[in-house]
């Protein structure tokens, strides 16, 4: 066991069941141990390094951002954190911005401004938000609560109250749960990530939006994993053709450093008062200026190639043997094996050189940097379809 491995289980908590890997350098898709080992990165930190290892221009916009104002608080005004909401609300329909750490704190948020608005427009008791079986928002005790997963429940008991969940794209447990609880809103993943890379029905989408306005509800839309180009689109609810109330994001559009952003649309966009929330982090301007850099090159062009690049993999891997199933959409795959353990197969691919993901359902996930170049994914690709094929 190297030095860092030694440390690591001597002094740092017990969280997370790591791959027996020490990354000590990265460049674009590719990851190297500290033996010079090459790896083939699929899964760009979880979503995160949306451009790759040290991509040069979101590392020249962070840096010429720390050579300036590193930080201040959010007693004062930057640039940074200003242009980067007017960006966001300009491409996505939003109004307002609220910026924080992360995505469990992002969605927090939205929660506030659901139960806010409820409590305003309906009553103190309207608390009530309806997530999705198989959803994940987070890791604080509301987040955990809003997570449709019982094993995500079973340990920090009691949990915030006022969730309750019904299944995907089941229209009428939708329909009863609003009925039965006083709701203040719902809450989705559009592709739902860690509960096994599934993307809802446009008609169950779009039922959540038509429900929300018959109850008047806010509707929200958790970005955080499936957002920033991930799916073809800026945001995955465009897919969808509706707009949410409240959008939250995080992961990819920071390119590698913690930021969290709620956004709020016109329902919600006066919601929040001075001292109503806040977040000493957040809105960092060196993180916003490496956060609009990332943003801005999110163009017509590289949704495109996220688009190939998906129908690329789905072909491969669709119907091969040792696949049961595949789903997800954009760069955010789910791959089924047919009859070994996702986590086997992910093993064998690191020993060969790849680095791959997993999720809830026996699921292989992939989320390479959008930006990968084609050469480098079919080189990953195949590495994947050896571990998967079955004798």
Not at 250 to 274: C, N, Q, Y
Not at 345 to 354: E, H, M, T
Request: charged letters at 25%.
């Amino acid at each position: 066991m190297s030095d860092v491995k030694n440390l690591d289980s001597t002094y740092v908590a017990s969280t997370y069941a790591r791959f027996p890997l020490t990354i000590v350098k990265g460049e674009g898709s590719y990851a190297y141990d500290e033996n010079g080992k090459q790896y083939i990165d699929l899964g760009s930190g979880i979503a995160v390094n949306l451009f790759g290892y040290s991509d040069p221009v979101w590392k020249k916009a962070v840096t010429d951002q720390l050579d300036a104002v590193a930080h201040t608080s959010n007693l004062y005004y930057t640039g940074p954190c200003a242009k980067l909401a007017e960006a966001l609300c300009k491409r996505t329909g939003m109004k307002k911005v609220f910026y924080c750490n992360s995505g469990a704190e992002a969605n927090e948020c939205a929660i506030k401004a659901a139960r806010k608005y409820g409590a305003e427009h309906k009553g103190a008791d309207y608390y009530t938000i309806v997530t999705l079986v198989n959803s994940f928002h987070g890791r604080t005790l509301t987040t955990l609560a809003a997570t449709g997963q019982d094993h995500f429940h079973e340990l920090f008991q009691p949990l915030t109250q006022g969730f309750v969940h019904t299944e995907a794209d089941d229209i009428d447990a939708l329909e009863k749960a609003v009925k039965e609880n006083r709701c203040c809103g719902i809450m989705i993943e559009c592709v739902q990530g860690e509960g096994g890379v599934k993307a809802l029905s446009k008609e169950f989408v779009q039922a959540v939006r038509r429900i929300c306005d018959e109850n008047d509800l806010i509707m929200i839309c958790d970005e955080v994993q499936c957002g920033n180009g991930r799916t073809g689109k800026l945001y995955a609810v465009e897919n969808y053709e509706v707009l949410p109330d409240v959008m939250t994001t995080a992961k990819g559009i920071g390119g590698g450093l913690p930021i969290g952003i709620t956004m709020l649309g016109e329902k919600v966009s006066d919601i929040f008062h001075p001292g109503d929330n806040g977040s000493t982090f957040g809105g960092n301007p060196a993180v916003c200026a490496g956060a609009l850099s990332n943003l801005n090159r999110i163009d017509e062009d590289l949704l495109n190639e996220v688009k190939e690049k998906s129908e690329y993999i789905f072909h491969e891997l669709e119907g091969m043997n040792g696949v049961k199933s595949v789903s997800g959409m954009g760069l955010m795959i789910g791959v089924e094996p047919m009859n070994q353990k996702a986590g086997d197969a992910a093993k064998k691919c690191l020993d060969n050189g790849v680095m791959v993901l997993t999720a809830g359902g026996n699921k292989v996930r992939l989320l390479p940097a959008l930006n990968i170049p084609m050469d480098v994914l079919k080189q990953g690709i195949e590495v994947l379809k050896d571990a998967l094929k079955e004798e």
